[in-house]
T-cell receptor, first 115, second 106 residues
Framework: ETGVTQTPRHLVMGMTNKKSLKCEQHLGHNAMYWYKQSAKKPLELMFVYSLEERVENNSVPSRFSPECPNSSHLFLHLHTLQPEDSALYLC??????????????FGQGTRLTVV | GIQVEQSPPDLILQEGANSTLRCNFSDSVNNLQWFHQNPWGQLINLFYIPSGTKQNGRLSATTVATERYSLLYISSSQTTDSGVYFCAVEGNDMRFGAGTRLTVKP
């Protein structure tokens, strides 16, 4: 148990569906991240929230929409996805980014399949 | 952005063997972490090691920040060590290498 919980663990959705991924952390951290891991590709950073404000959006398509209502919760809203969006989506949290860096803790991921 | 390269991409070991995994990065970083992704996809922190050497049981890691590389040593490998090992560096954001897929055979 890393202190970061993601739900659901597995999700199968059609291209016209709307679904949301949820991440919750109980570590008192104030930065949260969404990552995407596709098969045979490095992990990709999608979104960063620091103090509930979006810090980075690495050119992610608008069919992915993040939401961070408070420092403990992070959502990724999905709509009109494509089959190539099938991947493992990982959430992480850390203390606010500083010059000294921060140790990140990851959830177990949501395995998403778009059909 | 910072480039992170891990080698080897794949490694197959017999149980009990030792191994060294390498992570090279292209620019100065604030920190470096090693993760183990188990077969179920969960990422577990192994080391937070921006510089120096740390040991935890059969695992140890060394980062030489001035030469922009880090090494992860696994001694007396066990089948439960199988999975993918990721190196991640933090500059302006966190960047991951492509990982080393380790298979330990009984």
């Amino acid at each position: 148990e890393t202190g970061v919980t993601q739900t659901p663990r597995h999700l199968v959705m059609g291209m016209t569906n709307k679904k949301s991924l949820k991440c919750e952390q109980h570590l008192g951290h104030n930065a949260m991240y969404w990552y995407k891991q596709s098969a045979k590709k490095p992990l990709e950073l999608m979104f960063v929230y620091s103090l509930e404000e979006r810090v980075e959006n690495n050119s992610v398509p608008s069919r992915f929409s993040p939401e961070c209502p408070n420092s403990s919760h992070l959502f990724l809203h999905l709509h009109t996805l494509q089959p190539e969006d099938s991947a493992l989506y990982l959430c992480a949290s850390s203390q606010i980014m500083t010059r000294q860096g921060a140790k990140a803790f990851f959830g177990q991921g949501t395995r998403l399949t778009v059909v | 952005g910072i480039q992170v390269e891990q080698s080897p991409p794949d490694l197959i070991l017999q149980e009990g063997a030792n191994s060294t995994l390498r992570c090279n990065f292209s620019d100065s970083v604030n920190n470096l972490q090693w993760f183990h992704q188990n077969p179920w996809g969960q990422l577990i922190n192994l080391f937070y090691i921006p510089s120096g050497t740390k040991q935890n049981g059969r695992l140890s890691a060394t980062t030489v920040a001035t030469e922009r590389y880090s090494l992860l040593y696994i001694s007396s490998s066990q089948t439960t060590d199988s999975g993918v090992y990721f190196c991640a560096v933090e500059g302006n954001d966190m960047r991951f290498g492509a990982g080393t897929r380790l298979t330990v055979k009984p």
